[in-house]
C-alpha cells in the first residue's frame, strides 16, 4: 500500500471508532492485493545456479555489449552484473547466496556409501568421528586407528607400485561429480603403461595428508589422491589430484605434485586422469615428484 492509501485506511478506521467522519485530506483508493504468480508447469520455480554466469550480462543500455559479452564467455567471475541504484540487482544478489548456500551443503554433506560400494572401492576412515571433528581437528584427519590400518594394508599389500585414494575432503559434491570418471581414466592410462593399478580406497573425512601415512603403512612408491577441494563462489565441484613419490609422514608439501581445478568448467575429469596417469609413469621413471620432477 503507498501512503495514500494507508492514510485513507487510517481515516476509516477512526470513523468506526469514533462515531464521525472527518474530513479526508485524501481521497484513498481501494485497496486489491496483488496475486502471488504461480510457480512453474510442475509447481517448481526455475533453478538460478542453472544459468551460465559466462553468458549473463546485465548491464542496462552498454556502449558495446556485445565485445563485453564476449570477454565475459571466458570467465565465471561475476562480471558485468550491473546495478539497481547503488545496489546489486536481486538476481545476483540471490545467486550469490545460492552458490553460497551450495558451497555450504557440499561441505557439511557426505559422500554416500552407496556411491563408494557403486565403483568398488574399498571404504576407510580416518580418526575423526563426524564432520563437526574433521573441521576442527584436521590432524586426525591424517590419521588412522588399527583397524582402518589394518584395512588398508590389507587392500594394498606391501610396496605396491601405485596406491590409488579417493578422499570426500572438503567438498563430496567434488567426488560425486568428478572421481568416478577420473578414476576410471587413471586405471586405464595405468594398464596403457603397464603399471598394475590395483584396488582403490575411499578414505572418510579425508586430508591430504592421509596419504602420508598411507604411505608409511604400506610401502608404496606412488600414492595418487583424489580429494573434494574447499568449495567456493565459482564451483561447489571442483577436484584436486595429489600425487606423491614415496610419501612418509613429515614429507615436505614441495614433494607433492598437484592436478587442480578437475571439473566441468575447468579440467574434465576424464582429461586430468589421463594427465595423472602419465604424470604416475614419469615419477616411477625419474624417482621424484613435486619439485624434484623435471
Not at 596406491?163 to 567434488?174: K, P, W
Amino acid at each position: 500500500m503507498n501512503e495514500k492509501e494507508v492514510r485513507a485506511l487510517v481515516e476509516r478506521m477512526i470513523v468506526e471508532l469514533a462515531g464521525q467522519a472527518p474530513t479526508p485530506q485524501v481521497k484513498g483508493a481501494d485497496y486489491h492485493p496483488m496475486e502471488r504468480e504461480s510457480a512453474a508447469g510442475d509447481g517448481c520455480l526455475d533453478d538460478i545456479s542453472e544459468i551460465d554466469l559466462r553468458r549473463q550480462y546485465l548491464v542496462k543500455d552498454p556502449r558495446n555489449g556485445p565485445a563485453f559479452l564476449d570477454l565475459k564467455r571466458k570467465t565465471p567471475a561475476r562480471l558485468g552484473v550491473g546495478r539497481a541504484g547503488a545496489r546489486y540487482k536481486t538476481i545476483t544478489m540471490l545467486r550469490m547466496r545460492a552458490d553460497h548456500a551450495a558451497a555450504q551443503d557440499s561441505v557439511f554433506s557426505h559422500v554416500d556409501e552407496a556411491f563408494v560400494d557403486q565403483n568398488g572401492w574399498v571404504f576407510s576412515q580416518t580418526l575423526c568421528a563426524d564432520k563437526d571433528e574433521y573441521l576442527t581437528r584436521p590432524d586426525w584427519g591424517r590419521r588412522f586407528d588399527e583397524q582402518n590400518q589394518a584395512i588398508i594394508q590389507k587392500t594394498f599389500g606391501r610396496s605396491p607400485k601405485v596406491a590409488l585414494v579417493v578422499g570426500d575432503g572438503l567438498s563430496s559434491a567434488a567426488i560425486e561429480a568428478n572421481a568416478a570418471d577420473c578414476m576410471q581414466a587413471i586405471r586405464a592410462g595405468l594398464e596403457a603403461y603397464g603399471i598394475p593399478p590395483g584396488p582403490v580406497l575411499f578414505v572418510k573425512y579425508c586430508r591430504v595428508g592421509a596419504c602420508d601415512h598411507i604411505g608409511d603403512l604400506t610401502g608404496a612408491e606412488v600414492v595418487c589422491m583424489l580429494v573434494g577441494e574447499r568449495p567456493g563462489l565459482v564451483t561447489a565441484e571442483s577436484m584436486s589430484a595429489y600425487v606423491t613419490y614415496q610419501p612418509h609422514i613429515g614429507i615436505p608439501e614441495s614433494k607433492r605434485t598437484v592436478v587442480s581445478n578437475i571439473h566441468r568448467q575447468g579440467t574434465t575429469a576424464v582429461e586430468a586422469g589421463a594427465h595423472i596417469a602419465e604424470l604416475i609413469h614419469r615419477m616411477l621413471e625419474k624417482k621424484a615428484s613435486g619439485i624434484d620432477l623435471r
